[in-house]
């Protein structure tokens, strides 16, 4: 099928496949596909992390301790957290943890490279890794920190798949900082006792330990120099002496500024115009036959007008769901506990008064823009006039009767007290108002009728929307408008007779529904009505109406609570108010970029999106912290810290940086497409954090030059 799906098999026809025996294949056969370019991207931090440590050993450990990090959050996430939903989009968390363990490893090994060339720290080992830890670990604390608070923003929204993820991701996140300040730390001594200089392309053998060791040799070698000019990497070198001496030249800065600002005009324009997602995510890439094929199906039949349109509820007999206990975190399966109105009696004056509010429904010219109209009447599912024929004349054979209400000046109702000889054989009648004769009153009215095989729990009337329907996803702002009348349809049902006939109006609920809207009414009677009104569809069109909304909500203020926390961070590590200001800026900077190429590449803003936007602020804090914090820690002027923070971590920044674009870019080819849009988003942000770091930040810092105060409050 694939074969003949391929746009060159058929020179004049498009050929698609769609069918429910063969998804399952299909879906294994991409997974297995994505996983295998996902492969490329470990290879790749593989190899980048040997030749920067230039030890076979420390990469190896390195991408043990990055993959180790998944298992034991995941023991931690379920064991101990007892937390069960396992959402699809945890399994981002490897990608996640492989960007910042490469960057954590790079920042540590640096430093550990750093500390040769300060003789101070060389008289032995542990004087030297006392500092490469400290150094590296209060750096390393402050994003790894940060990383974690922005993924935990997510809590903010109700959705337990987002919330899922944001609590894995955090978890996953601190795992991979206790293991790089362990594992990978020890491992580094190891190296250093045993392989460290040995071979040219790594160590094999011999693994015995050195003497005299590195340290004693990198403290002969300063000994020996004296008062000359340490000759250090050329990398480290070209980031001291020609990135730090260019954004220290005054017409460059000016040239970035003006770059800067009218790249922030333009994505700030475009973020603007970033709206929710009007349809159902896709789960793969557009061109694939089978999403094609979903597609077409979806978008490219429009609805006729005898199309079934979204069906709403509105029922007697039912209350709120309790959600007492409610945390699908821990339960996922648990929604609540239905509750009935006690006081509900599915006596004769009720089933009069359901009777005429159906008669007012098809009726009602108020009702025609709203309702859909069939042979001039609206469309209306009421099982009670079936049920007044039935119990009249003991079957459903003459539907010219049901349909003319040839019971009207009968005494139709049925006895409460008859319900349960009448219902049974009713529910197994075929229905009068079903086109091909076949649906039985019980597959008709499944949802209407609430009988429980003793009594009849609660009674419901559903009508058909004129404008939605139950196949495809239309925009917040129409589906809104649509939902506020039928809310104006239940605040006028409470008011009437047949609210105090059945004790109590509600409008129906699902209880399996992931989310659900409810409306109360605040102009109720309490004469006539005993309940509040809830309100939504079985297919779910008012809670994706809904989660639009919580994809908004949660965007904007995840992103800025994960602002303002690295603002907080920053603060508290460096002590100075305007690093940590100037740092935020530089995130904010990146979020609005990104934003504003996802509505450049015609994303929409969905549950993948939302997440994305809501942890920018923790991916796109490392780069600046670390400058930020090497230049805080850094002796002299302005220039001078500038000078050694380039020098320090500007290789380390870097190296993160490359691995991370690197490894994202297998991800643009995965079918799938939380996948796919995962490594634009990564490679996006990475690009934009390194950018934005390395001469957005620093050269503010070089323009403005506030001085530090060497000791005392320097906020």
Not at 491 to 505: A, F, H, L, R
Request: hydrophobic share 45%; with cysteine; net charge negative.
């Amino acid at each position: 099928m694939n074969i003949q799906a391929d746009t060159e098999t058929h020179s004049s026809l498009n050929s698609y496949y769609f069918m429910t025996a063969i998804i399952g294949d299909t879906i294994i056969g991409i997974v297995t596909q994505d996983a295998l370019l996902a492969i490329f991207s470990f290879i790749f931090v593989f190899f980048w992390i040997r030749i920067n440590t230039q030890s076979w050993f420390l990469a190896f450990v390195g991408l043990f301790e990055i993959f180790i990090s998944i298992p034991v959050a995941w023991f931690i996430f379920t064991v101990v957290f007892q937390i069960k939903y396992f959402a699809t989009l945890n399994s981002l968390a490897i990608f996640v943890v492989a960007a910042i363990g490469a960057d954590d490893i790079f920042v540590f090994m640096e430093a550990y490279k750093q500390s040769q060339y300060h003789p101070e720290l060389l008289g032995d080992l542990a004087t030297r890794m006392s500092w490469v830890y400290r150094r590296t670990g209060v750096a390393m604390a402050i994003t790894s920190a940060t990383t974690c608070a922005a993924f935990l923003c997510t809590l903010i929204t109700p959705l337990p798949g987002v919330q899922s993820f944001g609590v894995f991701a955090a978890v996953v996140i601190f795992i991979d900082y206790v293991l790089v300040m362990s594992l990978f730390c020890t491992a580094v001594v190891i190296y250093h006792q045993r392989f460290e200089g040995r071979a040219k392309f790594g160590c094999c053998c011999p693994c015995g330990v050195q003497t005299p060791t590195p340290t004693e040799k990198a403290k002969a070698v300063l000994e020996e120099i004296g008062d000359g000019v340490v000759k250090r990497d050329k990398v480290s070198e070209f980031f001291r002496n020609k990135v730090a001496k260019f954004v220290e030249v005054p017409l460059h800065r000016l040239f970035f500024f003006v770059i800067f600002g009218t790249w922030m005009g333009i994505a700030i324009w475009q973020a603007l115009q970033l709206e929710p997602t009007k349809e159902n995510e896709q789960f793969l890439d557009e061109n694939h036959p089978l999403q094609k094929s979903i597609t077409i199906l979806n978008q490219q039949f429009p609805t006729a007008n005898d199309d079934i349109g979204l069906k709403v509820y509105y029922a007697w007999g039912v209350d709120e769901v309790n959600r007492d206990g409610v945390n699908r975190l821990l339960e996922p399966d648990f929604f609540g506990k239905p509750n009935f109105v006690q006081e509900f009696n599915f006596n004769e004056q009720c089933q009069t008064e359901l009777l005429n509010l159906c008669d007012n429904l098809k009726t009602n010219p108020e009702y025609q823009e709203l309702i859909k109209r069939r042979d001039g009447l609206g469309a209306v599912y009421c099982f009670v006039e079936e049920l007044a024929a039935y119990n009249v004349n003991g079957n459903l054979d003459d539907c010219e009767y049901v349909k003319q209400r040839g019971f009207k000046n009968t005494t139709w109702q049925v006895n409460p007290a008859n319900l349960a000889d009448i219902i049974p054989d009713f529910m197994a009648q075929k229905s009068c108002f079903d086109d091909d004769g076949m649906e039985t009153i019980g597959s008709r009215y499944s949802t209407e009728i609430g009988w429980n095989g003793k009594e009849m729990k609660y009674a419901a009337v559903a009508v058909e929307s004129n404008v939605l329907n139950p196949f495809g996803r239309d925009s917040e702002s129409l589906t809104r408008k649509e939902y506020d009348q039928f809310v104006e349809i239940a605040d006028e049902i409470s008011k009437w007779s047949v609210t105090s006939s059945c004790s109590g109006m509600n409008l129906f609920y699902s209880m399996y529904s992931s989310s659900i809207q409810r409306v109360r009414i605040s102009k109720l009677l309490p004469s006539v009505s005993s309940g509040n009104v809830i309100m939504t569809d079985l297919d779910e069109k008012f809670v994706f109406m809904n989660n639009q909304n919580i994809y908004v909500q949660s965007a904007v203020q995840s992103s800025c609570l994960g602002v303002a926390i690295a603002f907080i961070v920053l603060l508290i590590s460096t002590h100075v108010f305007h690093i940590a200001f100037f740092a935020s800026i530089s995130i904010i900077c990146v979020l609005v970029s990104v934003v504003g190429i996802m509505v450049m590449l015609g994303w929409s803003l969905g549950s993948i999106e939302s997440i994305l936007i809501a942890i920018i602020a923790g991916f796109s804090v490392d780069y600046v912290v670390h400058l930020a914090h090497a230049y805080e820690i850094a002796k002299g002027d302005t220039y001078e810290r500038i000078t050694e923070a380039f020098g320090d971590l500007g290789i380390s920044v870097f190296n993160g940086m490359i691995t991370s674009v690197v490894a994202s870019i297998p991800l643009f080819f995965c079918q799938l497409q939380f996948f796919a849009k995962f490594g634009t988003f990564l490679c996006l942000t990475i690009a934009f954090s390194w950018i934005f770091a390395n001469f957005g930040f620093m050269s503010v810092l070089a323009q403005l030059r506030i001085p530090l105060k060497e000791k005392g409050c320097r906020l």
